[in-house]
């Protein structure tokens, strides 16, 4: 397979301006575009001032695995506008299939450590939404009440495309719609977040140890969950 060559730095300066609506990155003074080429107008400074600082930051090639936040925010404006439906489809899929959902043998010190880190936040979700999921002891697949599918499907639905986009990133990037929402409404923090989505790993690597290469899975989905949350606070 061949690779991705990564483009030149065409551009020396990078600005943000205010316009009609918000604020505009702009390269040597041309507006920044989304890769489907449209318009970037960025409602908040900050969120501006971070995709301008991850621009500026690009040395000689850009590297678009570099810029999470321009990166979230094309997605926003490209693909979750646009397809929302499906987005919000798609992201409760995970809810289905919730990774808290789903424990090791009741008698195991790893289910017991799941009963610990994981059950506050499906009680969590059960306070703050009224969805309440039911647990499972093993990967076969359980069927979750419409009525708590129901609820979490008008919770992402009422969320503005951008917040929506953070979500569903996170639900994909650790399994769980119930830690993404907890992470998008300040339940927990990142490295919680991150520490949870990734607790049966940890566990395994803690009794038997681990690869490199599971290391730095470990470590690439760490980042893909902070660079979400830190865009999330960035649109906030």
Same mark, same amino acid.
């Given at each position: ?102 424990? =090791?043998? /009741?008698?195991?010190?790893?289910? #017991?450590?799941?009963?610990? @880190?994981?059950?506050? %936040?499906? !009680?969590? &979700? ?78 395994? =690597?803690? /009794?038997?140890?681990?690869?490199? #290469?599971?290391?730095?899975? @470990?470590?690439?989905? %760490?980042? !893909?969950? &902070? ?10």
């Amino acid at each position: 397979m061949n690779s991705v060559v990564p483009a030149k730095r065409f551009y020396k300066s990078v600005t943000v301006d205010q316009v009609d609506g918000g604020w505009q990155v702009a390269l040597d003074g041309r507006a920044l575009k989304t890769p489907a080429r449209s318009p970037l107008t960025i409602a908040s400074r900050k969120l501006a001032d971070a995709v301008a600082a991850e621009w500026d930051g690009q040395v000689d090639k850009i590297r678009p695995e570099t810029m999470p936040v321009f990166r979230l925010l094309a997605t926003g404006i490209d693909r979750v506008g646009p397809r929302r439906d499906e987005v919000i489809a798609a992201s409760l899929k995970f809810a289905e299939t919730d990774l808290l959902c789903y424990r =090791a043998d /009741r008698q195991s010190d790893l289910a #017991e450590l799941q009963q610990a @880190r994981w059950q506050p %936040l499906l !009680d969590w &979700a059960r306070d703050e939404y009224g969805a309440e999921l039911r647990v499972t002891a093993g990967l076969i697949p359980i069927s979750q009440p419409a009525s708590a599918l129901s609820t979490l499907c008008g919770v992402i639905a009422g969320l503005e495309a951008l917040t929506l986009t953070g979500v569903s990133a996170l639900a994909g990037a650790m399994g769980s719609l119930v830690l993404a929402l907890a992470l998008a409404r300040g339940r927990i923090d990142a490295d919680e977040a991150g520490q949870l989505a990734l607790l049966d790993e940890i566990f395994q =690597a803690g /009794r038997w140890g681990e690869d490199e #290469e599971a290391r730095a899975n @470990r470590a690439r989905t %760490l980042a !893909d969950i &902070a660079d979400t949350a830190r865009f999330l606070k960035l649109i906030d």
